[in-house]
């Protein structure tokens, strides 16, 4: 018997639609499974015992992944409900509150701290507030990297008032210092002006609002539920700090009034949720979000920050400046990192109980699984000359790198590959396990820098990576010829 005309379409449409949720759903799976799998491999790479991750898209959810292990001695797996410590990613939470006072009129940014907190030294009144946001005022450091100089709840009156007989460290705005003075001052600032001790006003003004009760502030003392043990394999060895194979327990504890700079815990969820309601308006104006995540300058008119990754430092958000998918990037302790790609809509959340798990390393490559354009194979994170190049080889072969390159130089005299770059694109390419290709880039620029011994250097470690002993020695042999003091090559040499 035939099915009536009239029921045949809603039927057909049904089943198309149920064909292409089911497209989707696996796609999305897929990548799903794709970026566990990346996780997982990250993990056992950097030895990392567990993570929580978040990621936000279009202002959604849209994953939460728990991986590992948050106590390692008794094998408790890491939960949605697990605490991670956030070190000083709390200066993002900083941040806001500072721009929420701005906001009600109550602080300038441009002003001297001085104006807030008249009982200042001297030499510090000059400091604004914004200097104080962006590590560049010059002042000394309360949380000296000693261990045995570790400021606690009982000796912090102490500490302040030994600090404030102490010169500034250089002249106000002609650095970038990471310094946890500035913070313990804005705290200061935000008791002052709000009313409330800091800690209060940032409950009350930011995680009240949100709605976050697994987030609070405290240290190692504090019996936090479900809070993951945090893990180092560094250790203090005659005075220094020195990695070791063997894991060990991680004790930090913070002054309460050291609690602006580090000291909140979080979960991933929750730290996605407070980025959700911070671009939708609920904490601050949207007009604020560009201020707060404009780096601040040096007298010189130049930004600074850590490295030359995260290269600026806006107020309380670490940032990456780059033509192409820029970003604001919190990160806490070595072993947490919270970015935001305001131009692409996206923000990732990545927790972890390990000290030195550093994963603002690879945040990016978290973000290439949503923005196929930040994917390492099409040469992101190279200088647009760079990645040029890089397109053009994956399209011809890596052997004609030299070629491309004279052909680039006939067309334009001026053009020009600075060995720094050209020597960190090879590495860029041992990491994505493409050591011939990085093989090619090396030699490259040793025949772009002739007389350098680094390229040489470069060029012998990937030839002994790939098995090529007799080559491998012969340009450690030139590496050393040019540079005596390279150590590397006289190593390898003396053990060939």
């Given at each position: 018997?035939?099915?009536?005309?009239?029921?045949?379409?809603?039927?057909?449409?049904?089943?198309?639609?149920?064909?292409?949720?089911?497209?989707?759903?696996?796609?999305?799976?897929s990548?799903s499974?794709?970026?566990?799998?990346?996780?997982?491999?990250?993990?056992?790479?950097?030895?990392?015992?567990?993570?929580?991750?978040?990621?936000?898209?279009?202002?959604?959810?849209?994953?939460?992944?728990?991986?590992?292990?948050?106590?390692?001695?008794?094998?408790?797996?890491?939960?949605?409900?697990?605490?991670?410590?956030?070190?000083?990613?709390?200066?993002?939470?900083?941040?806001?509150?500072?721009?929420?006072?701005?906001?009600?009129?109550?602080?300038?940014?441009?002003?001297?701290?001085?104006?807030?907190?008249?009982?200042?030294?001297?030499?510090?009144?000059?400091?604004?507030?914004?200097?104080?946001?962006?590590?560049?005022?010059?002042?000394?450091?309360?949380?000296?990297?000693?261990v045995?100089?570790?400021?606690?709840?009982?000796?912090?009156?102490?500490?302040?008032?030994?600090?404030?007989?102490?010169?500034?460290?250089?002249p106000?705005?002609?650095?970038?210092?990471?310094?946890?003075?500035?913070?313990?001052?804005?705290?200061?600032?935000?008791?002052?002006?709000?009313?409330?001790?800091?800690?209060?006003?940032?409950?009350?003004?930011?995680?009240?609002?949100?709605?976050?009760?697994?987030?609070?502030?405290?240290?190692?003392?504090?019996?936090?539920?479900?809070?993951?043990?945090?893990?180092?394999?560094?250790?203090?060895?005659?005075?220094?700090?020195?990695?070791?194979?063997?894991?060990?327990?991680?004790?930090?504890?913070?002054?309460?009034?050291?609690?602006?700079?580090?000291?909140?815990?979080?979960?991933?969820?929750?730290?996605?949720?407070?980025?959700?309601?911070?671009?939708?308006?609920?904490?601050?104006?949207?007009?604020?979000?560009?201020v707060?995540?404009?780096?601040?300058?040096?007298?010189?008119?130049?930004?600074?920050?850590?490295?030359?990754?995260?290269?600026?430092?806006?107020?309380?958000?670490?940032?990456?400046?780059?033509?192409?998918?820029p970003?604001?990037?919190?990160?806490?302790?070595?072993?947490?990192?919270?970015f935001?790609?305001?131009?692409?809509?996206?923000?990732?959340?990545?927790?972890?109980?390990?000290?030195?798990?550093?994963?603002?390393?690879?945040?990016?490559?978290?973000?290439?699984?949503?923005?196929?354009d930040?994917?390492?194979?099409?040469?992101?994170?190279?200088?647009?000359?760079l990645?040029?190049?890089?397109?053009?080889?994956?399209?011809?072969?890596?052997?004609?790198?030299?070629?491309?390159?004279?052909k680039?130089?006939?067309?334009?005299?001026?053009?020009?590959?600075?060995?720094?770059?050209?020597?960190?694109?090879?590495?860029?390419?041992?990491?994505?396990?493409?050591?011939?290709?990085?093989?090619?880039?090396?030699?490259?620029?040793?025949?772009?820098?002739?007389?350098?011994?680094?390229?040489?250097?470069?060029?012998?470690?990937?030839?002994?990576?790939?098995?090529?002993?007799?080559?491998?020695?012969?340009?450690?042999?030139?590496?050393?010829?040019?540079?005596?003091?390279?150590?590397?090559?006289?190593?390898?040499?003396?053990?060939?």
């Amino acid at each position: 018997m035939k099915t009536p005309t009239h029921f045949r379409r809603p039927v057909f449409l049904l089943g198309l639609f149920m064909l292409m949720l089911n497209i989707g759903t696996a796609q999305g799976q897929s990548k799903s499974d794709s970026l566990d799998r990346f996780v997982r491999a990250k993990m056992q790479q950097l030895r990392i015992p567990g993570v929580q991750l978040a990621i936000v898209r279009h202002g959604k959810l849209v994953k939460l992944g728990q991986y590992g292990l948050a106590n390692v001695q008794d094998s408790v797996p890491v939960s949605p409900r697990t605490r991670f410590a956030l070190n000083s990613i709390t200066k993002a939470f900083v941040g806001v509150a500072v721009m929420q006072l701005a906001e009600a009129g109550k602080l300038d940014l441009a002003a001297p701290a001085s104006r807030y907190l008249p009982d200042l030294p001297a030499a510090w009144q000059p400091v604004t507030v914004r200097q104080l946001l962006t590590h560049t005022s010059g002042l000394p450091d309360i949380m000296p990297e000693d261990v045995a100089g570790m400021v606690t709840e009982g000796n912090e009156s102490a500490a302040w008032a030994r600090l404030q007989t102490q010169p500034l460290a250089f002249p106000i705005g002609e650095k970038f210092a990471y310094n946890q003075t500035n913070y313990v001052l804005l705290g200061k600032i935000i008791d002052q002006l709000s009313g409330q001790p800091f800690t209060q006003f940032i409950q009350a003004r930011q995680l009240d609002v949100v709605g976050m009760p697994r987030t609070t502030t405290g240290d190692a003392h504090d019996v936090l539920p479900n809070a993951a043990r945090g893990y180092t394999f560094t250790r203090v060895v005659n005075g220094e700090f020195r990695r070791t194979s063997q894991l060990r327990h991680l004790f930090e504890v913070y002054a309460p009034s050291h609690r602006t700079a580090a000291g909140m815990s979080s979960t991933a969820e929750e730290v996605a949720r407070w980025i959700i309601a911070l671009q939708q308006g609920q904490l601050l104006h949207p007009a604020s979000l560009p201020v707060m995540w404009t780096p601040g300058v040096l007298n010189n008119g130049r930004q600074r920050g850590f490295s030359q990754f995260l290269n600026g430092y806006a107020l309380g958000w670490p940032t990456i400046s780059r033509a192409e998918h820029p970003a604001v990037a919190p990160v806490g302790g070595g072993r947490s990192a919270v970015f935001v790609y305001p131009k692409d809509d996206l923000a990732i959340v990545v927790l972890t109980n390990l000290q030195g798990a550093n994963p603002d390393s690879f945040v990016d490559e978290l973000a290439a699984f949503y923005i196929p354009d930040m994917r390492a194979s099409t040469g992101f994170g190279l200088s647009p000359t760079l990645r040029a190049l890089h397109n053009e080889l994956r399209k011809q072969g890596f052997a004609q790198a030299l070629a491309e390159v004279k052909k680039a130089k006939k067309k334009n005299p001026a053009y020009q590959l600075p060995e720094d770059e050209v020597n960190a694109w090879g590495y860029f390419l041992l990491k994505q396990a493409q050591p011939k290709d990085a093989l090619e880039v090396f030699k490259l620029n040793v025949s772009l820098y002739p007389q350098s011994a680094n390229t040489y250097d470069s060029l012998a470690e990937t030839y002994e990576e790939l098995g090529n002993h007799d080559l491998a020695r012969k340009n450690y042999q030139r590496a050393l010829e040019l540079n005596p003091q390279n150590t590397t090559a006289a190593q390898y040499l003396k053990k060939s």
